[in-house]
């Protein structure tokens, strides 16, 4: 298929910096998502200009930026081409194609390949097959609830097949808890800078954010008081371990306070979990310590591979669950049952814990990196965790850094893209440090990052 440049028209994103950088976004970001295919025949340069009212040579950097990053190819009098990439993986010679998200690590010796094809087949060859290759029933298979709820108890949370629903990923979760418990007009706290994908949940059901004040450690808890003092708060969102994007690690006595302040002013906790058994911290959740008023989401997919797709949902009461399923069946319908298949499998014979252990290895392998390149007080993190909050001051831009990595493959986005106080000048990027980049990538990465915040010297930057 050849499309025109009627068919598609490049939408600017002017957090990204340069509208040439920009351009070049939406071209990945459009692959990405579909509406780009390898094959497709971009506009011509000077028919872009004009429909986006530039300059020919702003699109001409735009495309030439493209070709480096291995986006397109270029023929002659022919035009721009979307690329098609080699089925056998990403080659030495073209960086990682960075999608924006946050992604664990694969490590260079890990086994999730073998184990999920070898999973794949005992479920195929079990006597359950049939049933696995089938629809699933609303909120998952009772083997599968029950699955979750061994896994979410084994971290102290008070759970079993009947509050806990499996979704297709975090996401749907978190869609279906705001569905069942938030309307039009509700407010809804959370911190300074918050995961997009809950702000966009938000901005589409008509919630009002209640931005909360701020450290390192994460949310103020009396900034959350003044909050639900000052108007009804219907619910506070947070991920209280290793927060996205800030890397914040609420401790056990905010995590008291909190819920002491959310009981006192009837809120109902929203409690996103992604990364907590990277740590191994010994904190409780929120789940536990309110078990009567948390809805909490925990993913395979943070931790293991996104390929997965497999969250569990943990409902107050059996009713709450019951409409959790229900919902998540008229939206996504189910998770994808051969991938459910094989997580419940892991999660039953231990094979989760060995999994996550070779994550957790490759980000505290990925965390030397870090430590040996960037200055301390250069950057927040988890200990395992796989993403850096890097505040920007002095003469550094987002925009600077976040194209220095593109090229690269290493995602980083500006903190423009998680800002929901107005009020907070503060300015960050987020550079993550998982995904298939092996070491030396990562390594020449982050001397790029510690050049730009670092040794500037007071001098314009040269990159435009």
């Known amino acids: 298929m050849q499309i025109t440049s009627q068919k598609w028209l490049p939408e600017i994103d002017p957090a990204l910096g340069p509208v040439y950088l920009a351009i070049c976004a939406a071209i990945g970001r459009d692959l990405e998502q579909g509406k780009?295919?390898?094959?497709?025949?971009?506009?011509?340069?000077?028919?872009?200009a004009e429909a986006l009212g530039i300059d020919t040579g702003t699109v001409t950097r735009a495309y030439a930026e493209a070709r480096r990053q291995g986006l397109i190819d270029a023929e002659g009098r022919r035009g721009s081409f979307v690329r098609n990439r080699p089925a056998g993986g990403i080659s030495s010679e073209v960086a990682p194609f960075d999608t924006g998200m946050n992604l664990p690590p694969v490590p260079a010796a890990g086994t999730f390949a073998r184990r999920f094809a070898q999973g794949l087949q005992q479920v195929l060859d079990g006597p359950a097959a049939a049933n696995r290759l089938q629809y699933q029933p609303a909120g998952g298979a009772p083997e599968d609830r029950v699955a979750g709820a061994l896994w979410l108890r084994a971290s102290g949370i008070e759970a079993n097949e009947d509050n806990v629903v499996v979704t297709s990923g975090a996401q749907t979760a978190l869609h279906a808890v705001a569905s069942a418990i938030l309307q039009p007009g509700d407010a809804v706290c959370t911190g300074a800078f918050v995961y997009p994908g809950w702000t966009a949940i938000c901005r589409r059901l008509g919630m009002t954010i209640v931005p909360l004040t701020g450290d390192e450690e994460g949310i103020d808890p009396d900034a959350f008081e003044r909050a639900c003092t000052a108007q009804p708060i219907r619910a506070l969102y947070l991920v209280p371990e290793n927060d996205n994007p800030t890397t914040g690690t609420l401790s056990r006595q905010r995590r008291e306070r909190i819920v002491e302040i959310a009981r006192r002013h009837d809120v109902l906790l929203i409690e996103d979990d992604p990364y907590s058994r990277l740590d191994r911290t010994d904190i409780p959740a929120l789940a536990a310590l309110a078990p009567e008023r948390t809805w909490h989401v925990a993913s395979l997919s943070k931790l293991i591979s996104p390929a997965l797709r497999v969250a569990y949902l943990r409902a107050p009461l059996l009713r709450d669950a019951m409409r959790l399923a229900t919902d998540t069946h008229e939206t996504t319908i189910m998770p994808p049952p051969l991938n459910m298949a094989v997580c419940t499998q892991w999660l039953v014979d231990g094979t989760w814990a060995t999994l996550v252990g070779e994550v957790r290895e490759e980000c505290l392998a990925r965390q030397a990196i870090v430590a040996s390149t960037l200055p301390s007080g250069a950057y927040r993190t988890?200990?395992?965790?796989?993403?850096?909050?890097?505040?920007?001051?002095g003469e550094t831009r987002a925009h600077e850094l976040v194209s220095a990595m593109r090229p690269l493959g290493i995602s980083a986005v500006s903190s423009e893209h998680f800002r929901v106080d107005p009020a907070c000048q503060r300015h960050a990027v987020r550079l993550s440090i998982g995904g298939s980049v092996d070491h030396p990538r990562l390594h020449r990465a982050l001397e790029t990052v510690d050049a730009l915040l670092h040794h500037r010297d007071g001098r314009a930057s040269p990159m435009v």
């Open 382 to 393: 988890a200990p395992a965790g796989y993403h850096l909050w890097i505040p920007l001051g």
């Open 36 to 48: 780009l295919a390898p094959g497709d025949r971009l506009p011509p340069q000077r028919e872009l």
